[in-house]
Nanobody, 117 residues
Framework: QAPLVESGGGLVEPGGSLNLSCVTS????????MGWYRQAPGKERELVATIDTRGDPNYADSMKGRFTISRDHAKSTVYLQMHSLKPEDTAVYYC???????????WGQGTQVTVSP
């Protein structure tokens, strides 16, 4: 089983909303800062948001006010709520886990988000 499994991507119109989820094992979740990156066609992968083990979030400037990252320890899941989506938000969104004490990273397989009329 893949260490990180994303879901929730899809097609949405501009101005719409999507909620992404990323579930992992309890052990990995508890030991890791979690986050989301995205990669659009022809572009480098870029940070969307991160959340540390205490639940403190950090956002890329262009996502502030539109995206919300959260984590649920009971479900070992990190979420990304996306609102007011724009065509330029179209990308593959990747979940990642960064183990605090080793800095080892795990990546999900990615989920496609397409914002189009």
């Amino acid at each position: 089983q893949a260490p990180l499994v994303e879901s929730g991507g899809g097609l949405v119109e501009p101005g719409g909303s999507l909620n992404l989820s990323c579930v992992t094992s309890k052990n990995l979740f508890g030991a890791s800062n979690m986050g989301w990156y995205r990669q659009a066609p022809g572009k480098e992968r870029e940070l969307v948001a991160t959340i540390d083990t205490r639940g403190d979030p950090n956002y890329a400037d262009s996502m502030k006010g539109r995206f919300t990252i959260s984590r649920d320890h009971a479900k070992s899941t990190v979420y990304l709520q996306m609102h007011s989506l724009k065509p330029e938000d179209t990308a593959v969104y990747y979940c990642y886990a960064n183990i605090v004490f080793t800095a080892h990273q795990y990546w999900g397989q990615g989920t496609q988000v397409t914002v189009s009329p």
